[in-house]
């Protein structure tokens, strides 16, 4: 296995990226601690909903995403609330990546905020020269409210703790600029706890106690194997030889399950505005798997109450058409239904289809023969794609189609995936 001797992957993080967005489209935020809500009216005091992002300003005083909003304005009580624009993360991230191409080749898109770079050659006697060229285009181009932390080492691993180590460096927040040679390391290392490697949370912490490891020194004393061990996948010897700056590389990840979740705005928290949101929802979490060209085998309904929540599961025939989907959704509501009080009061929901295959290789269940059934309304499935695409919205549907009030339906802030402009149909 390669172990590098020069700066070989450099990892770009946004600093607050939905938040810095908002702050270069209104000028009147900037410079101002705001947070992202999903919806205009969570913005008031009193709602029952949450900060999803929030800005440089605002994490400077210790607030974080996914936050409550009391607890948010609590700890600043001059935070700016504003509600969510996908449509406009989107149109920024689109720019943003045309820009850093400019300067050098992205390797990995992460999510909407994270990409990772292949450093070439010629940059790397000098990494903070490409940082701070990428920052200028940045800042000319696009705007110069909207700011990133970039992080340079021998690997990806270690790039991305050196972007998260820079981000936070000498008491503010982001606009990072670090790099970790390799003939420095492991000494920016033990300077960080173990909870700055991606991936080590809480538990690991613990079991990681357990052992003995409570520092960055102890860990990279340990043996690859003992990690491999500690971990109980071979995730831990991978890391061992990240941490170590050796050029490993992580096998891709598969795709799971397709899915959508929204938080209701208070006027639509009852039992049927709620069913109609999960309607809508799984809909356009199937037209995304058959843009990959998945079917799926199980789907999932969960929502969540003021005090508890409460879900369902139900087994689908290898299927991708709206109608077997929401014909199985509408039973699982109303077994669901059974067990909710009468008046309940939901503060959001969540559905996803799961158990996939590739919709090529379908395996026909010899207890259900609905072949002919199911590929008739794959048809009729397709043919509603088509209408909608040629259009640019959804003209038509397979039952009711409501919006929640809102908007953005399917398109909402999302860390891990990068919405597509048909997601807001």
Not at 34 to 53: D, E, K, M, R, T
Not at 232 to 237: D, I
Not at 260 to 287: D, M, Q
């Amino acid at each position: 296995m390669r172990r590098p001797t020069e700066i070989e992957r450099m990892y770009l993080d946004f600093d607050g990226f939905f938040a810095s967005v908002m702050q270069q489209k209104y000028p009147e935020l900037r410079g101002k601690p705001i947070g992202v809500v999903p919806f205009a009216a969570a913005a008031h005091p009193n709602a029952h909903s949450c900060v999803i992002a929030c800005s440089r300003e605002a994490k400077v005083l210790g607030l974080k995403n996914v936050m409550a909003i009391g607890e948010a304005k609590a700890a600043c009580p001059d935070l700016i609330l504003v509600p969510q624009e996908p449509d406009l993360y989107r149109l920024a991230h689109n720019n943003l990546l045309s820009e850093i191409e400019a300067v050098v080749p992205i390797d990995a898109i992460k999510s909407i905020d994270e990409l990772t770079c292949r450093v070439t050659p010629e940059h790397r006697s000098d990494p903070k020269a490409l940082g701070r060229n990428i920052k200028a285009r940045i800042a000319k181009y696009v705007g110069p409210y909207i700011t990133c932390s970039i992080g340079f080492a021998a690997n990806r691993q270690l790039a991305k703790m050196a972007c998260k180590a820079g981000k936070r460096d000498e008491g503010r927040y982001g606009d990072g600029n670090c790099v970790w040679h390799p003939n420095d390391m492991p000494g920016p290392l033990l300077k960080l706890p173990l909870s700055d490697i991606p991936g080590v949370g809480t538990r690991m912490e613990m079991r990681l106690a357990l052992a003995g490891i409570r520092t960055m020194s102890d860990l990279l004393a340990m043996q690859s194997k003992h990690m491999r061990k500690l971990w109980r996948n071979v995730t831990g010897e991978r890391l061992w030889y990240a941490l170590h700056g050796y050029d490993i590389q992580t096998p891709p990840s598969s795709r799971g399950m397709f899915g959508h979740g929204r938080v209701l705005p208070p006027e639509a928290r009852t039992f049927n505005a709620a069913k109609a949101a999960s309607r809508l929802l799984i809909v356009k979490a199937a037209r995304r798997m058959r843009r990959e060209k998945w079917n799926a085998g199980r789907l999932w309904l969960s929502v969540q109450m003021a005090e508890k929540s409460a879900g369902r599961s139900g087994w689908l025939p290898d299927a991708h058409d709206d109608q077997i989907i929401l014909s199985t959704l509408e039973s699982l509501w109303a077994d669901l239904k059974a067990s909710l009080p009468r008046c309940v009061w939901i503060i959001s929901v969540h559905v996803m289809l799961g158990e996939i295959s590739p919709a090529n290789a379908r395996q026909l269940d010899l207890l259900l023969n609905d072949d002919k059934i199911r590929r008739r309304w794959e048809v009729i499935t397709v043919a509603i794609d088509k209408l909608n695409a040629k259009y640019g919205r959804t003209l038509v549907s397979i039952g009711p189609w409501t919006p929640p009030p809102g908007g953005y339906a399917g398109s909402k802030i999302s860390y891990t995936r990068i919405p597509r402009m048909e997601d807001a149909w």
